[in-house]
């Protein structure tokens, strides 16, 4: 079980980005802080697809953080390789990787540049273009976007998008950025998934955050 911090009602309806900013991407700044503090910060906001025309977005509701050289579970702890390039750039690119050979997962790169830390998008709720997601990935219920591999296949989001400056929005043809949202009334944490390579102290951290009650955050525990 996770340890729950009081904030708002995680299941309120929030007003529409749309309304509120016109689906601003967030600042570089917003990403260049402690990975945990982004981590828990992002929840509530909307990541958002823009492709060949549409328009898609969805809530985030959970998260992982990885934490660079100090965090033996982080892809760039050991060393830098190519496959690790965009973690060591500038706070707010997407860091994008394949596991298992199949599924594609989104970070976004936190903290200054050369400190490869990064946040894992591990589920999200859509709120526009659930029709288009669902022609993409033709499933039932929550299943089209309650983890971190069927998200990015919900959104059409591969290695395409490796490196790829998430604080713009200019790209219209193949667009991805996170704006503000409304954060949850209550969020709960516990130690991330798939890493049990890492050292004990890593691997119990609780790490992964998560939206406490929302009905589309993953069903690992």
Not at 39 to 62: F, H, K, P, S, Y
Not at 77 to 101: C, D, I, K, S
Request: charged share 20%; proline share 9%.
């Amino acid at each position: 079980m996770g340890d729950s911090m009081p904030q708002r009602d995680a299941l309120t309806p929030v007003k529409s980005p749309i309304e509120q900013e016109a689906l601003t991407p967030l600042p570089q700044a917003f990403y260049n802080r402690d990975t945990l503090e982004v981590a828990r910060d992002l929840l509530g906001c909307w990541l958002v697809r823009q492709l060949d025309g549409e328009l898609m977005a969805a809530r985030i509701v959970e998260t992982e953080a990885y934490r660079g050289s100090e965090d033996s579970a982080c892809h760039a702890h050991r060393r830098r390789t190519p496959r690790t390039e965009a973690m060591f750039g500038p706070p707010g690119h997407a860091y994008v990787y394949l596991v298992y050979g199949m599924h594609w997962l989104l970070n976004v790169v936190t903290q200054p540049e050369g400190n490869p830390c990064a946040v894992l998008i591990r589920a999200v709720e859509p709120v526009i273009g659930e029709p288009a997601m669902r022609a993409w990935r033709s499933v039932a219920g929550r299943n089209l976007s309650n983890g971190p591999g069927k998200l990015t296949r919900a959104l059409r989001i591969d290695n395409a998008l490796y490196g790829h400056d998430m604080t713009q929005n200019g790209d219209q043809a193949n667009g991805l950025w996170i704006t503000s949202g409304e954060p949850p009334s209550a969020i709960a944490s516990g130690p991330r998934v798939g890493i049990d390579y890492a050292q004990p102290a890593d691997r119990d951290a609780p790490w992964r955050l998560w939206s406490e009650g929302n009905p589309w955050v993953s069903k690992a525990r």
